[in-house]
C-alpha cells in the first residue's frame, strides 16, 4: 500500500487501525523563504515606501506563522500516533499520554495566536 500523501506510520506493515492524518506538507513546501528587505531596498519615497515595506512585512509575518502551523500540525498528528502506539504497549498509561499530547497541542497553538 502506497502511503505518499500521509504522514508515517510508527510501525509500518502493521495496521495502526487509526484513520491516517493528510499532510500539507507539499503545498507548505511549495512557498518559497521570502528574503530579508529592509526600508531602504524598497525603491519609492515617502508614504508610499513606507505602506509598501509595510506589507512585505505583514507578507512575510504570515508566511512563518503558516510554516509554525505546519510544523505544530505535523508534530501533533506524530505525537498521536506514538500516543495510540504507547496505548497499544501500555494501557494504564492512556491518560497521561493524553495529557501529555493535549498539553503540546494547546501550547502550540498558543504559540502561534501569539506569533
Known amino acids: 500500500m502506497e502511503n505518499n500523501d ?3 506510520d ?7 487501525g487509526l484513520s491516517p492524518v493528510r499532510s500539507f506538507a507539499p503545498a507548505l513546501m511549495a512557498l518559497s523563504v521570502p528574503s530579508p528587505i529592509s526600508p531602504t531596498s524598497v525603491t519609492g519615497t ?3 515606501q513606507r505602506m509598501h515595506y509595510s ?5 512575510t509575518h504570515e508566511h512563518y506563522r503558516a510554516l509554525l502551523t505546519k510544523s505544530a500540525l505535523e508534530n501533533t498528528a506524530a505525537l498521536s500516533a506514538y500516543e495510540a502506539h ?9 491518560e497521561r ?7 503540546y497541542a494547546f501550547s502550540a497553538a498558543m504559540r502561534i495566536a501569539r506569533w
Open 97 to 103: 499520554y493524553s495529557v501529555i499530547n493535549d498539553v
Open 46 to 48: 515617502g508614504a508610499g
Open 10 to 16: 510508527f510501525n509500518p506493515g502493521r495496521n495502526t
Open 86 to 94: 504507547l496505548y497499544r504497549a501500555s494501557p494504564f498509561g492512556e
Open 55 to 59: 506589507a512585505i512585512v505583514e507578507a
Open 6 to 8: 500521509f504522514t508515517p
